[in-house]
């Protein structure tokens, strides 16, 4: 998840190369003319570059951008999901 007030879900590009994920934007100010603002949060281009678990499939990546959060889902591959594994158990005699 991303918190982006103020950004416009077309200011955002996310691409996939290799197994990095980038997100990338810019937020611009959107001042009134003659109106006095007091903002507290930075305006220009920001980039963030996620590593991504080796077997990712970059087409099951999905994005939604909601009052000002974009969030993304990633689905584990199959081979990074756990596995249970069943525990086997003998009886054997202990005395004679």
């Known amino acids: 998840m991303f918190d982006l007030p103020g950004v416009k879900p077309e200011d955002v590009t996310i691409e996939v190369n290799d197994q990095t994920l980038t997100v990338a934007g810019t937020r611009v100010p959107s001042a009134e003319p003659g109106k ?18 080796k ?16 969030t993304l889902k990633v ?3 199959a081979t990074a999901k756990p596995k249970k594994i069943s525990v086997a158990t003998t009886q054997k005699s202990l005395g004679k």
């Open 36 to 53: 006095a603002q007091q903002i507290e949060r930075p305006f220009g281009s920001f980039v963030r570059n996620l590593t991504l678990p």
């Open 55 to 70: 077997g990712v499939d970059s087409d099951t990546i999905t994005a939604d951008y909601a009052h000002g959060v974009l």
């Open 75 to 77: 689905p584990k591959p």
